[in-house]
Each structure stands twice: as C-alpha cells, then as structure tokens.
C-alpha cells in the first residue's frame, strides 16, 4: 500500500514558491464560502512519527483565519474520559457547520496503538475500526467532509529525520524515548496502519497518503486536497439542498395514513393500583432502588433512563418518583426541547453525547434522541431519508453506551386518546398545572394516528436484546409509576 503511493516525490524550490501562494488564497476564499455552508470539514492527520503531521496542522492555521478552526490533539484518556465511551471525547469536540475541524491523534490512535503494542488482539482491532467507520458514516451522512491524511516516512528517513531533530536545541524536546521505541516498531506500525486504512478508506471518508520527506510536496499535497474537496463540495452543494427539499416536499411519511394494529393498540389499559398499595409500593421500590443505585455508585456503574410518550402520559410524575429515591449529587435530569442554534449546527446526537453520565452517575433524559424518529419525522422537520436512516444511528449509538457497561432503560408511557382529553381539560383548569398545556399539545392530537405508527415502528426496530422499551400503561398513574420502579430495579440487579 505504502509501496504504491509515490514515495520520496518532490516539489522544486520555485515551483512551490509559485504555488503555495495561489493555494492560499484560494483557501481563504473556500474558508469564507463555507463557514456559510451547511456542513463542516473535518480533517484527520495521522501517521509515523515526526513525518509532518504537526507541521501541517499549523501551517493551515496559519494560512487560513484560526477562528474558524478548531485544532484538537488527542492524548492518553483522562480519569473523566475513561469513565465514558471511547468516542464521548471526539464527539464533544467536533467542528459545527461551517467550521473546519483539524485532528491529531484521533479516533484512530488508541486502536492502532492498542494494536501495535498486542494489548488487542487482530479480531478486536477490526470491530474497534468497524466503530469507527460507523462514526465516520454516521458523520458524513449528516453532511459532514471528511478528508484523512497518512503522513508517511520510510523506516530510515524516519530515523534521519528523528536525528535532525534531536540535535536541534529548538527542536529536541520533540524527541522522546518513545518515539525511538516507535521507530523500532516501525514494522507493526505500518502493519496495522495499513489495516486500519484498508478497513475506512470509503469514498465517503478516504484517506490520502502523503509523503513527508520534503516539506513542500507535503504542504501542497495537504493543502490542494483540501482546496479541491471544499471546492468540490461548495459546488454540488445548491444541487444537494435543491433535492433535499424536493425529497421533504415530496410529501409526509406514510404513516399518516397508515391503518391497522400497533403495539401500542395491544396493551391492557384497564390495570390499575390502589392508592393505599400504592403508597406501600412506592416506599418499598424507592427503597429498593437507594441501595441499587448507591451500589452502582461504587462500582462506578452508570445508568440512563430515557423517557417517551404522550403529552400529558405522565414521564415528569415518574421522573420525580425515581429521583425522591435518590441522591441529588448522584443523577441529572436533561429534559430536551428544540434544539438550540448550536445544536442545529451539530449532528443531531451531539447534543446527547455531551450529556452522558460519569462512572456511577444517572442521567434521566425526558425526551431524548428518539425526537429524529417521532416528532421529526411526523412534522416533517427531518427529510425521510435522515429519519430512516437515524434507527440504525440509534442502534449503533446505544450499543456503544451498552458496551461501555452503562445501564440503559427505556420507556415508553402510553394513555388513551379519552385519557389524554381528561387530562388536558384538568390541567387546563388547574392554576397549578395549566402551564403545562399548549396549543401544541391539542395541535398534535389531531395527529395521533400518526404518531402512534412512528411509535410502533421506531419500538419494533430499536427494542434490542439489551436496550429493550418497557412499555408503561399509564391511564392508572399509581400502577405506572410502579411499574418504572420495578423495571429500573430490575435492569439495575442484572447490571450489578
């Protein structure tokens, strides 16, 4: 791979000097047509060491306006990081639309460097990049340009240039004795680099080899291909939004008109609890749950509920149960709403990752990543092809919250369409509650068939093994509160 990839090419002194101007302008221009783009440009430097992958992040700080750039570098995990995903730390850091993001020791890092150092095996270095080709998927998919730079050396170029380096006194502090044990593992290195470009080279994210031996082929090699794809990309963009909104405009999903049996239509609505058992219950599970939660808390388990219903089906009132038998210090309830103008500037799971929960924590979302496939999809703010597409991002994302050993517990809450009218007209005379209702709230009855298919059809393709929905019949507020209890009872034994 490395063989065929014109190494020890060189530019000639005038030719670059002729060049590397014109290249620049050309890249403020770009710079300034996208931060009006509805995507961003995310560039990945990776590579043997001292083959020039600094030297080009800063290079194209200085020949473009840094304030448009964010400059990431990834090191070894801090404790906080750890207590996470793998990828909590490069979502919280990507660029927003418009922005040009620029990494060093990214994503792939860890995995290459697990795998040259054999603390993972061959089999688990292909699902650690099969991750990672779904993030970058997933990113690209949502718009995002990704261009991937492999800054390469051959073993003895590299060897003179850690040398040169070592005996300039500005420079030597860049050489370290691991670096040296790096260059002794050159062979692994490559082996597994040439892996891993095998593996995530797509024509949606590929990656460019780039000889770093002479300086100027190096900074025109990175530099024009990021002309070229910006370009690229700026030009098809007015094509791709023409049909982005004639694929929204062409008409709503068909689950508005959709008819028949759902999931939700089979559940037994008639179940109730009394309030005196009621009460009992409800200590007995709270207490329960205190000395779950504070055992999780120890070994560092953490737990994420998710809520989702109805208007009015009763997620704050079970929300408020499962807290009073908690610590304050321990949970954190993220209700979501629309997303703000930083998080339209984001992939629409940004927002979620930055809120996932350290070791022992809890975090309640009342309402949560599910928005992209109910209400998105139902009142058209997302295009068929993003919903659709977003029950696999879900998917992949909760597997990652689960693989990383956190507690996930969904639910939906359901109550009849006369239920939800009773209720609507109680809290719409009660001073205490009459907040809580919105035109919004009646505007979207009138499409509860709608609805009820975007639900059936989002539990039916994200119930998984282990991120299962808990369906909660919730016309009986006492039997539905206890029924959340017990499940998050339940799925906190199996987790510890």
Same mark, same amino acid.
């Given at each position: 791979?490395?063989?065929?990839?014109?190494l020890?090419?060189?530019?000639?002194?005038?030719?670059?000097?002729?060049? /590397?101007?014109?290249?620049?302008?050309?890249?403020?221009?770009?710079?300034?047509?996208?931060? /009006?783009?509805?995507?961003?440009?995310?560039?990945?430097?990776?590579?043997?060491?001292?083959?020039?992958?600094?030297?080009?992040?800063?290079?194209?700080?200085?020949w473009?306006d840094?304030?448009?750039?964010v400059?990431?570098?990834?090191? =070894?995990?801090?404790?906080?990081?750890?207590?996470?995903?793998?990828?909590?730390?490069f979502?919280?850091?990507?660029?927003?639309?418009?922005?040009?993001?620029?990494?060093?020791?990214?994503?792939?890092?860890?995995?290459?460097?697990?795998?040259?150092?054999?603390?993972?095996?061959?089999v688990?270095?292909?699902?650690q990049?099969?991750?990672?080709?779904?993030l970058?998927?997933?990113? /690209?998919?949502?718009?995002?340009?990704?261009?991937?730079f492999?800054?390469?050396?051959?073993?003895?170029?590299?060897?003179?240039?850690?040398?040169a380096?070592?005996?300039?006194?500005?420079?030597?502090?860049r050489?370290?004795?691991l670096?040296?044990k790096?260059?002794?593992?050159?062979?692994?290195?490559i /082996?597994a680099?040439?892996?891993?470009?095998?593996?995530?080279?797509?024509?949606?994210?590929?990656?460019?080899?780039?000889?770093?031996?002479?300086e100027?082929y190096?900074?025109?090699?990175?530099?024009e #291909?990021?002309?070229?794809?910006?370009?690229?990309?700026?030009s098809?963009?007015?094509?791709?939004?023409?049909?982005?909104?004639?694929?929204a405009?062409?008409?709503?999903?068909?689950?508005?008109?959709?008819?028949?049996? #759902?999931?939700?239509?089979?559940?037994?609505?008639?179940?109730?609890v009394?309030k005196?058992a009621?009460?009992?219950?409800?200590?007995?599970?709270?207490?329960?749950?205190?000395?779950l939660?504070r055992?999780?808390?120890?070994?560092?388990?953490?737990?994420?509920?998710?809520?989702?219903?109805?208007?009015?089906?009763?997620?704050?009132?079970?929300?408020?149960?499962?807290?009073?038998?908690?610590?304050?210090?321990?949970?954190?309830?993220?209700?979501i709403?629309?997303?703000?103008?930083?998080?339209l500037?984001?992939?629409?799971?940004?927002?979620?990752?930055?809120?996932l929960?350290?070791?022992?924590?809890? #975090?309640?979302?009342?309402?949560?990543?599910?928005?992209?496939?109910?209400?998105e999809?139902?009142e058209?703010?997302?295009?068929?092809?993003?919903?659709?597409?977003?029950?696999?991002?879900?998917?992949?994302?909760e597997?990652?919250?689960?693989?990383?050993?956190?507690?996930?517990?969904?639910?939906?809450?359901?109550?009849?369409? =006369?239920?939800?009218?009773?209720?609507?007209?109680?809290r719409?005379?009660?001073p205490?509650?009459?907040?809580?209702?919105?035109?919004?709230?009646w505007?979207?009855?009138?499409r509860?068939?709608?609805?009820?298919h975007?639900?059936?059809?989002m539990v039916?393709r994200?119930s998984?093994?282990?991120a299962?929905?808990?369906?909660?019949?919730?016309n009986?507020?006492?039997?539905?509160?206890?029924?959340?209890?017990?499940?998050?009872?339940?799925?906190?034994?199996?987790?510890?």
């Amino acid at each position: 791979m490395f063989e065929a990839a014109e190494l020890g090419r060189k530019v000639p002194k005038e030719t670059y000097k002729r060049r /590397a101007p014109k290249v620049r302008q050309q890249l403020l221009a770009l710079q300034q047509q996208l931060r /009006a783009a509805p995507f961003p440009a995310i560039l990945i430097f990776q590579g043997v060491d001292a083959a020039g992958k600094s030297e080009s992040v800063n290079l194209l700080n200085a020949w473009m306006d840094p304030r448009w750039i964010v400059t990431r570098a990834f090191g =070894d995990p801090s404790d906080e990081e750890r207590e996470r995903p793998e990828h909590w730390r490069f979502w919280r850091e990507l660029p927003a639309r418009g922005r040009l993001g620029l990494y060093l020791s990214s994503w792939y890092s860890r995995p290459v460097l697990d795998r040259v150092y054999r603390r993972t095996s061959r089999v688990e270095f292909e699902h650690q990049l099969a991750r990672i080709a779904e993030l970058e998927k997933m990113l /690209a998919d949502d718009g995002a340009l990704i261009l991937k730079f492999w800054m390469h050396l051959d073993k003895q170029t590299q060897r003179k240039r850690l040398r040169a380096l070592e005996k300039d006194p500005l420079t030597r502090w860049r050489v370290t004795k691991l670096q040296w044990k790096h260059w002794k593992l050159y062979g692994r290195f490559i /082996a597994a680099a040439e892996q891993a470009i095998r593996v995530t080279s797509t024509p949606q994210a590929p990656w460019t080899i780039v000889e770093g031996r002479d300086e100027e082929y190096r900074t025109l090699a990175v530099a024009e #291909t990021l002309r070229d794809a910006v370009r690229a990309r700026l030009s098809g963009e007015a094509a791709r939004a023409d049909r982005a909104a004639g694929k929204a405009a062409s008409g709503e999903p068909s689950v508005a008109g959709a008819s028949g049996p #759902t999931i939700l239509s089979g559940l037994d609505m008639t179940q109730r609890v009394d309030k005196d058992a009621f009460e009992r219950e409800l200590l007995k599970k709270q207490g329960e749950l205190n000395r779950l939660q504070r055992r999780a808390s120890a070994r560092g388990v953490s737990t994420i509920l998710v809520f989702e219903g109805w208007d009015a089906a009763g997620k704050g009132g079970a929300i408020r149960r499962v807290t009073a038998a908690l610590d304050a210090r321990d949970y954190q309830v993220i209700p979501i709403a629309a997303p703000t103008d930083e998080e339209l500037a984001h992939h629409y799971l940004w927002r979620f990752w930055r809120h996932l929960p350290r070791a022992g924590r809890v #975090t309640i979302f009342d309402r949560s990543w599910y928005g992209r496939v109910l209400v998105e999809r139902v009142e058209g703010f997302a295009p068929p092809a993003d919903w659709r597409r977003a029950f696999t991002e879900i998917n992949q994302f909760e597997d990652q919250l689960i693989a990383h050993g956190i507690v996930l517990v969904k639910y939906w809450l359901h109550v009849t369409p =006369d239920e939800q009218l009773r209720r609507f007209k109680e809290r719409r005379q009660s001073p205490l509650k009459n907040w809580k209702i919105t035109g919004e709230d009646w505007r979207n009855r009138k499409r509860w068939p709608a609805y009820e298919h975007a639900v059936n059809e989002m539990v039916e393709r994200t119930s998984t093994h282990d991120a299962p929905w808990t369906l909660v019949e919730g016309n009986d507020k006492y039997y539905a509160r206890i029924k959340v209890l017990q499940t998050l009872c339940d799925r906190l034994r199996r987790g510890l």
